[in-house]
């Protein structure tokens, strides 16, 4: 059973940065980011493979850029220029093969 923890949500003014971090007990192929917003459901932020493959949601791109430290099995997630819709528990994620992993939850609240 694969572990993952999550740190680094919070407050922010509309505008502002966030950093997002999650570290997993062991190695995991994909790891990544969703996030809920209230009432909706559940969508990919972004994700990375070991080899570096990046994948982004059209709503985050250019503004949120996610990377990896394989050695530490962690997965980060800068969130830059944050817009009130951004607001929602951000749920980390590992993958091997079909199996995913999630992280509890961080709250990330973005206020205008």
């Known amino acids: 059973q694969v572990q993952l923890v999550e740190s680094g949500g919070g407050w922010v003014q509309a505008g502002g940065s966030l950093r997002l971090s999650c570290t997993a007990s062991?190695?995991?192929?994909?790891m990544g980011w969703y996030r809920q917003a209230p009432g909706q459901q559940r969508e990919l932020g972004g994700d990375i493979t070991r080899s570096g493959n990046i994948n982004y949601a059209d709503s985050v791109k250019g503004r949120f850029t996610i990377s990896r430290d394989n050695a530490r099995n962690t997965v980060y997630l800068q969130m830059n220029s944050l817009k009130p819709e951004d607001t929602a528990v951000y749920y980390c994620?590992?993958?091997?093969?079909?199996?995913?992993?999630w992280g509890q939850g961080t709250q990330v609240t973005v206020s205008s």
């Open positions: 994620y590992g993958r091997i093969l079909t199996k995913y992993y």
């Open positions: 062991e190695t995991t192929v994909f």
